[in-house]
Every structure is written in structure tokens, then in C-alpha cells.
């Protein structure tokens, strides 16, 4: 069964929240996905993603900040569990 890491890092300042999604990333199991929360979008973010080999959902959410789950695109199990509606969390 897929289970979620939570990262909230909508108080820091640029880099730091997309140096640490990018460590939480790193740290992923299989069945994992990532829900981050962001003080913005993080534009810088999706070409890594992309590159990297993810695959991502992502939405302003409480219109102050921003939510986006990620996980390894050849993870079925955590795209299952990540594609669930964002405000499950």
C-alpha cells in the first residue's frame, strides 16, 4: 500500500523549499509519494522533475501557498495513491 510524505516549507525563503523537495525526493521508498507545500509555485522545480523521471499533480491550495504530490513516474502504486483529490491531506 502507497503512503505519503508530508513536507511543508511554506515559511522558508527561496532555495531552501526546493532543496529540501528535492532531498525528500531522494529519500522516497517505493509505494511513496511526496505532498509538498509550497509559499509558491515552484517553476524551477518541474524541468528536474522532468528530467529526474517524475510525475506530478499540483494546484494553489488556500489561495496563500501551494500544494504539488509528486512521485517516481514507474511507481504505479504511489500514482494510484497520489492521484487521489489533493485536499485529502
Request: with cysteine.
Amino acid at each position: 500500500m502507497a503512503s505519503e510524505c508530508l513536507l511543508d516549507v511554506r515559511d522558508l525563503a527561496p532555495p531552501e523549499p526546493l532543496e529540501r523537495v528535492l532531498a525528500a525526493l531522494h529519500a522516497l521508498s517505493d509505494a511513496q509519494y511526496l505532498r509538498a507545500r509550497l509559499p509558491r509555485e515552484p517553476y524551477p522545480l518541474y524541468p528536474l522533475l522532468q528530467e529526474f523521471g517524475y510525475a506530478w499533480q499540483a494546484r494553489p491550495a488556500d489561495g496563500a501557498w501551494f500544494e504539488i504530490l509528486i512521485w517516481r513516474r514507474d511507481d504505479r502504486d504511489a500514482q494510484i495513491a497520489a492521484q487521489h483529490p489533493l485536499d485529502n491531506g
